[in-house]
């Protein structure tokens, strides 16, 4: 008796992995960190925006240069008969080189939208790091909870197999009833079904492990995470880095200022480009050869072509004001999501503090109690069973929201781009 005992008051003290911990000492584990930097270093569509970045940095060479040059020969007054041989009687021969001259300064101002179009698929990039980083700190913290869950179960499972064997025992002897036995052999089959469930989707977050490309490995799951129950964090302040720092907005800040730059180019194109040829022509049938210049110039004010460069100015003007708008509404967005993410971890912390301080307490003495009857009412089995399992329940409970302000803290984390000890200390900072 005195050993089943301590089993049950052993699986009531050790059923919950995760711990609270002193908000100023609060880290990620290191195992998650070493994860991340995998994630980010090897994640193929991360690869495939940086390989796109370089190549939006390497077409400033391609918009900047000028025209490949032109060289001919052009034969003169060949006779009809001689046709389809251009060579040997005809009267002149031409050679020439032409080259395209952009007017100065139209291809600096398409070269200078380069920089910005590449800021903003670097941006993009960012952006996307942190949203799955955030995905794959959500898997880590519902993985560590899996595995708190099944270590749970497992005790559950191990107070009700030996309340089984003392169960059968009394009945043998008449001091238990058969019902008490059947009703702890059902509980069994449930703690197995529970833990079959367990096991599915702990398989069902290891494949979305391995679609982050972050391959799990038990060793970097730290089970112990330490959960605060309370963040020193300042909304107005957290909003402020957001805004200044959020990848997405500042993308579509680069947007911006690509459309403006291509405004001033395509501004420019309505100045004219100059063609210059040089000929020289060779006078077979003559002492003397000759050579020429040709210059001419495009005209793009023409009433016919003029309307090209107008629209090409009015629709980087109006994807300009669109650009503002839905900066304007990202930024709404980004408010909202501060102080909903906020409020649900003041919230979260509220209740876990009540199951810590209060309801799990309460419910410990109450169980330590039934369980010293077992040894004085043979009939307590059910009510040690019942006291059990209010206890484990609420545990249950605890981890899931220890679970949820894990997951605020990495929303939180995503929305402003900077980790939850650099916003700690910042707020810190600004406090009075």
Known sequence: MKTLMRIFIYTALAVSTLYPQKQSEWRWPAGLESMIRRMTAEHPLLQAMDHDVRAAESRRGEMTAWEAPQIGIEFFQIPAGQFPNPFGKNMETDYFIQQMIPWPGKKSAIGDVI????????DRKNDQTNRLIFELKTIYIELAANRSLREINRRRQAVMEQLQRVTENRIVSGGARVSDALMIRGELAMIELDHAKLLRQNGQMRAMMTALNASFDDSLLK?????????????????????????????MDWEIMMNRKEITAFRKEQYPDFMVRAMYKNMLHSPKDFWSVMIGVTVPVAWWSKPKYDAMVGEREWKIRKTE????????????????????????????????????????????????????????????????QRLLKIREELLMAEMEYLKGIAGLERIAGVSIAELMADSRKEAP
């Open 325 to 388: 708008k839905e900066i304007q509404n990202m930024r709404n967005e980004i408010r909202s999501e501060i102080e909903q993410t906020l409020s649900g971890l003041t919230n979260t912390g509220r209740i876990m503090r009540i199951m810590r301080r209060q309801i799990i307490p309460d419910l410990q003495a109450a169980y330590e109690q039934e369980t010293a009857r077992l040894s004085t009412d043979p009939m307590a089995s059910a009510m040690v069973m019942e006291s059990a």
């Open 115 to 122: 920089p910005s179009s590449a800021s903003a698929l670097s």
């Open 223 to 251: 089970t112990e995470i330490s959960v605060p129950d309370s963040l020193s964090l300042d909304a107005e302040r957290i909003a402020q880095i957001a805004l200044a720092r959020h990848p997405a907005l500042k993308s």
